[in-house]
T-cell receptor, first 109, second 114 residues
Framework: GDSVTQMEGPVTLSEEAFLTINCTYT??????LFWYVQYPGEGLQLLLK?????DKGSNKGFEATYRKETTSFHLEKGSVQVSDSAVYFC????????FGAGTRLTVKP | KAGVTQTPRYLIKTRGQQVTLSCSPISGHRSVSWYQQTPGQGLQFLFEYFSETQRNKGNFPGRFSGRQFSNSRSEMNVSTLELGDSALYLCASSEGQAGNQPQHFGDGTRLSIL
């Protein structure tokens, strides 16, 4: 069945460092891909999405490109802030949602 | 526009009891999905309802059930609670069927089983 694999955390970075969280997927057909973020004590919030190959989703300085050839959707940000500390989930939707295990990011001042 | 509202936020039950959780989707959204989140298993899909019909179901036992009302509000019921049912239960809504549309999540109901 469809599945999402993302890099295990936790990831700890200093403020202004470059962030990459890897995500690869397995799916039939052409799923939509998403990154969600979960802050402590809250539900998931949609961060960005891409619905077809080569689409780039972007929001709040985060970017991810839908790479069908490598079945990947890696999340990147050029300069992280303390406020970016959260758990990040990669997900696909191909008739139903499948989530990766989540990657906890901690950004230190 | 109000977001997805889940009630209650916290719940404590004992083994063998049953529980009902409620979810009010964003106004105009007709699809409601439920997820279980635990540290060990991560986020797992329970089921999706669209226009009062269960459209999709995850791999959970029959003790987990749900329904959707004509106003799109949804309830999830878990019977004969087990310790392993302790989790954060998240509800998400979308305008149409959860195909390629993003879902909007509530803050969840944290269920603790003693």
């Amino acid at each position: 069945g469809d599945s999402v694999t993302q890099m295990e955390g936790p990831v700890t970075l200093s403020e202004e460092a470059f962030l990459t969280i890897n995500c690869t997927y397995t799916a039939t057909g052409y799923p939509s891909l998403f990154w969600y973020v979960q802050y402590p004590g809250e539900g998931l919030q949609l961060l960005l999405k891409a619905t077809k190959a080569d689409d780039k989703g972007s929001n709040k300085g985060f970017e991810a490109t839908y790479r069908k050839e490598t079945t990947s959707f890696h999340l990147e940000k050029g300069s992280v802030q303390v406020s970016d500390s959260a758990v990040y989930f990669c997900a696909l939707n191909n008739n139903d949602m499948r989530f990766g295990a989540g990657t906890r990011l901690t950004v230190k001042p | 526009k109000a977001g997805v509202t889940q009630t209650p936020r916290y719940l404590i039950k004992t083994r063998g009891q049953q529980v009902t959780l409620s979810c009010s989707p964003i106004s105009g959204h007709r699809s409601v999905s439920w997820y279980q989140q635990t540290p060990g298993q991560g986020l797992q899909f329970l089921f999706e309802y669209f226009s009062e019909t269960q459209r999709n179901k995850g791999n959970f036992p029959g003790r987990f059930s749900g329904r959707q009302f004509s106003n799109s509000r949804s309830e999830m019921n878990v019977s004969t609670l087990e310790l392993g049912d302790s989790a954060l239960y998240l509800c998400a809504s979308s305008e149409g069927q959860a195909g390629n549309q993003p879902q909007h999540f509530g803050d969840g109901t944290r269920l603790s089983i003693l």
